[in-house]
């Protein structure tokens, strides 16, 4: 079974662009979530979708937003980028277990390494 | 507002010997725990969970011991191997319900010395 597939793995972006990083879940996942690994902040979380909808949300700007497409892949953008977004990111699917109930185990991506300069 | 914390940055053990990494939470809310590893470059990789109805949770060499009612979790790596060196995260969660989100630690980085 694929893990969670992410791109692009690195990217160099420069202050005030767009970037937008695209993540597929595992097969039959309807979870996604996005966490920002920074080295003095460590894992923070930014936002979790289930079938499309935005279940709940970090604390980070509006300039991140995600969406998630029906086949359970989702992207994530960041506008108007910033030094300090500079950081790894991270999206990680959820199974759901038979009956309906979530394992709390996230399976995490690779990660996609921004630089901005 | 850091609401999972691991005070030691970095671990160093001989090969053999046990490895204690330790975690503290402010959330008494917090119902679910998990430990993480990750290697340079990759993402991070599940490691061992445990229910705040249960005290310990064993896999293996992993072992969780959970004391909820000093909010403060830890995980035994016994005996350690040089392939266990990595970083570690801490993550809680709150109940299941419409959304779900781990708080995740800062990290532990563990070297397991021959």
């Known amino acids: 079974k694929a893990g969670v597939t992410q791109t692009p793995r690195y990217l160099i972006k420069t202050r005030g662009q767009q970037v937008t990083l695209s993540c597929s879940p595992i097969s039959g996942h309807r979870s996604v979530s996005w966490y920002q690994q920074t080295p003095g902040q460590g894992l923070q979380f930014l936002f979790e979708y289930f079938s499309e909808t935005q279940r709940n949300k970090g604390n980070f700007p509006g300039r991140f937003s995600g969406r998630q497409f029906s086949n359970s892949r989702s992207e994530m953008n960041v506008s108007t980028l910033e030094l300090g977004d500079s950081a790894l990111y991270l999206c990680a699917s959820r199974p759901r277990l038979a009956g309906g109930m979530n394992t709390g185990e996230l399976f995490f991506g690779e990660g996609s390494r921004l630089t901005v300069l | 507002d850091q609401q999972v914390k691991q005070n030691s940055p970095s671990l160093s053990v001989q090969e053999g010997r046990i490895s204690i990494l330790n975690c503290d939470y402010t959330n008494s809310m917090f119902d679910y725990f998990l430990w993480y590893k990750k290697y340079p470059a990759e993402g991070p990789t599940f490691l061992i969970s445990?229910?705040?109805?249960?005290d310990k949770n064993e896999d293996g060499r992993f072992t969780v011991f959970l004391n909820k009612s000093a909010k403060h979790l830890s995980l035994h790596i016994v005996p350690s191997q040089p392939g266990d060196s990595a970083v570690y995260f801490c993550?809680?969660?709150?109940?299941?319900?419409?959304?779900?989100?781990?708080?995740f630690g800062k990290g532990t980085s563990l070297l397991v010395t021959p």
């Open positions: 445990i229910s705040s109805i249960k």
């Open positions: 993550a809680a969660s709150l109940p299941f319900n419409s959304g779900y989100a781990l708080n």
